[in-house]
């Protein structure tokens, strides 16, 4: 079993910054930053492979977010900076318990196994 706390989320006003963290017990696996603001559906945000470290990033967050992992402390971050009004959501972060049998990592939400309990983002015009 696999437990993930998130931390770091926040009230910020816009064109600021903030860092997620994600720290997870058991293995090492492909982990996905997730956001649902009200009436919205769990939308993907950015993710890292469990192993080489290459990144997803949604549209969105593309040049604004950078997801990065310490394995030796079994952390992922969220960087995210130039934050925007449309960013305010809860925050998620979730692992992929059939990450060793993926090439590419999933960005559906139905196909991680593991969730945090999320960190409310806020962002402030």
């Known amino acids: 079993q696999v437990q993930l706390v998130e931390s770091g989320g926040g009230l910020v006003q816009a064109g600021g910054s903030l860092r997620l963290s994600c720290a997870a017990s058991g293995r090492t696996y492909n982990m996905g930053w997730f956001r649902q603001a009200p009436g919205k559906e769990r939308e993907f945000v950015a993710g890292?492979?469990?192993?080489?470290?290459?990144?997803y990033y949604a549209d969105s967050v593309k040049g604004r977010f950078t997801v990065s992992r310490d394995n030796a402390k079994n952390t992922v971050y969220l960087q995210m900076n130039s934050l925007k009004p449309e960013d305010t959501a809860v925050y998620y972060c979730?692992?992929?318990?059939?990450?060793?049998?993926?090439?590419?990592?999933?960005?559906?939400?139905?196909?991680?196994?593991?969730w945090g309990q999320g960190t409310q983002v806020t962002v402030s015009s």
């Open positions: 890292i492979m469990w192993t080489g470290g290459r990144t």
């Open positions: 979730a692992a992929d318990r059939r990450s060793f049998s993926r090439v590419l990592l999933t960005t559906t939400p139905d196909e991680y196994d593991y």
